[in-house]
């Protein structure tokens, strides 16, 4: 559950309940709770839902109401950032959607999106398969007829929100090798999380990542044999699924012996940094929790290791104005929010801007935005509008999720702003790369000086 049963191997609900206990009902999670911002009912606030969490403890009731007031959030952890009194929201969201899933039997055509779900997205050769139907689905021109009828809005708002979000494609670029070597004298070895959609759908983001890292001197390991991290599986309560990918990447990156393994998805990395949590509250043997801890301990954000570093490679101008979006379990699961900033801002010519409301969820949250369509779009069409009222030409982001939402949100709005990763970003002023170049996916080279 949190780092106590970790240490302590101790009652999970014993320690459930403890948590629960730190929640003093003071309010100060209200204002960046997303779904109390939208509708303002207490059931659906983080206070709200701890209150039904006790009743779930305490007289072992779980009601059909309550178990959708607990589907309703979106694990965005504003409340954690917000709360004065340090309650592991995380903690106990997660463990309550575990006993949802184990005690609760949801209806069938839930349990089959679900399951399709989760069939395909924790697999990022599976994701892989979809690229090439995909692309001659948007290159035929199909896609704009299918938005223009509206069917899949009447047929399926699941199937209508994942045609929406789905990246425009084009030819991916090579596969990256197992070890990109440092330009100069190494002075770190790193592994790289390759992810399940970023790998499959934005592989110009690893690309960058890997590039930026060797040209700031670092040896990168990238392993073949790594699969999912479990974050989407751990977050939707589907724990059994989640220890499988925690334990299979736990030994992928043993083996692969360095000092830091660097995640360029937000979501991934804040998941990866309690890997023991999730083997402890599956009640793991104490040599797994152990063995989790350790590479969960060399896990960080590539943002946050970057501004660990002192910058070796030459930053050129790159004159653009950028809007930058606090992915949640950035921001929230980690407390990263300098970092990138600092990076970016260190770009000659480049002017930054934060979109106003930043601490509010842009409605992604892992794969909310399939189970929760409709409270999904209403959140991401106001962080669309944020970021219009920035001026920016550019967001950046630095999450593959909060990249797609966001990029269908400004679509509705009719603005033309481009959506891309810190990474690519980074990547670009490294080699000197015009703001176009950026913009146009697999055609960067650098320009000539």
Not at 219 to 225: A, H, K, L, M, S
Not at 228 to 253: D, I, K, M, N, Y
Not at 254 to 266: C, I, L, T, Y
Not at 350 to 379: H, M, R, W
Request: hydrophobic share 35%.
């Amino acid at each position: 559950m949190t780092d106590r049963s970790t240490e302590t191997g101790g009652d999970r609900e014993q320690i459930f309940g403890d948590l629960l206990n730190d929640c003093v009902h003071c309010g100060f999670c209200l204002p960046t709770c997303p779904t109390h911002v939208l509708w303002g009912q207490e059931m659906d606030s983080p206070r709200g839902r701890i209150h039904l969490m006790e009743q779930m403890h305490t007289e072992d009731v779980l009601t059909e109401a309550a178990v959708g007031h607990f589907d309703n959030c979106l694990g965005c952890l504003a409340c954690v950032s917000s709360c004065p009194s340090g309650v592991a929201y995380d903690a106990l969201i997660e463990h309550t959607r575990h006993t949802v899933e184990e005690q609760h039997r949801r209806p069938l055509s839930e349990r089959a999106l679900r399951g399709a779900v989760f069939a395909l997205f924790p697999h990022r050769n599976r994701l892989r398969l979809l690229r090439g139907p995909l692309r001659a689905y948007q290159a035929g021109g199909a896609s704009r007829l299918v938005r223009r009828s509206r069917l899949l809005d009447r047929l399926s708002p699941t199937l209508a929100t994942m045609e929406r979000i789905a990246p425009p494609l084009s030819s991916p670029p090579p596969a990256l090798p197992e070890l990109v070597p440092a330009v100069g004298r190494a002075r770190a070895r790193v592994g790289m999380l390759v992810g399940c959609v970023q790998g499959a759908f934005f592989p110009e983001v690893n690309t960058a990542t890997a590039r930026v890292l060797a040209l700031e001197g670092c040896d990168v390991v990238i392993p073949r044999t790594q699969g999912c991290c479990g974050a989407l599986s751990g977050h939707a309560g589907r724990l059994s699924e989640a220890t499988g990918f925690v334990q299979a990447l736990v030994e992928v990156f043993e083996k692969a012996d360095v000092e830091r393994v660097v995640v360029n998805s937000a979501g991934c990395g804040s998941s990866m940094k309690h890997m023991d949590r999730t083997l402890a509250e599956a009640g793991n043997d104490p040599t797994w929790v152990r063995r989790a801890r350790a590479v969960s301990e060399k896990v960080v954000d590539l943002t946050e290791f970057l501004a660990e570093l002192e910058p070796r490679a030459e930053r050129h101008p790159l004159p653009l104005h950028v809007a930058y979006h606090d992915a949640c379990h950035l921001s929230h699961g980690q407390q990263i929010t300098s970092a990138p900033r600092r990076l970016l801002g260190a770009i000659p010519q480049l002017e930054l801007s934060d979109p106003p409301n930043k601490e509010i969820c842009c409605g992604s949250a892992g794969v909310y935005n399939l189970f929760e369509p409709q409270t999904a779009a209403e959140l991401g069409d106001r962080k669309g509008q944020d970021v219009v009222a920035t001026g920016a030409q550019v967001l950046v982001s630095g999450n593959p999720g909060c990249s797609l939402q966001i990029s269908s949100a400004l679509e509705r709005t009719g603005v033309s702003i481009a959506v891309t990763h810190t990474a690519r970003v980074l990547d670009a002023s490294l080699r000197g790369l015009t703001p176009e170049q950026l913009l146009r996916p697999g055609r960067s080279r650098p320009r000539r000086r």
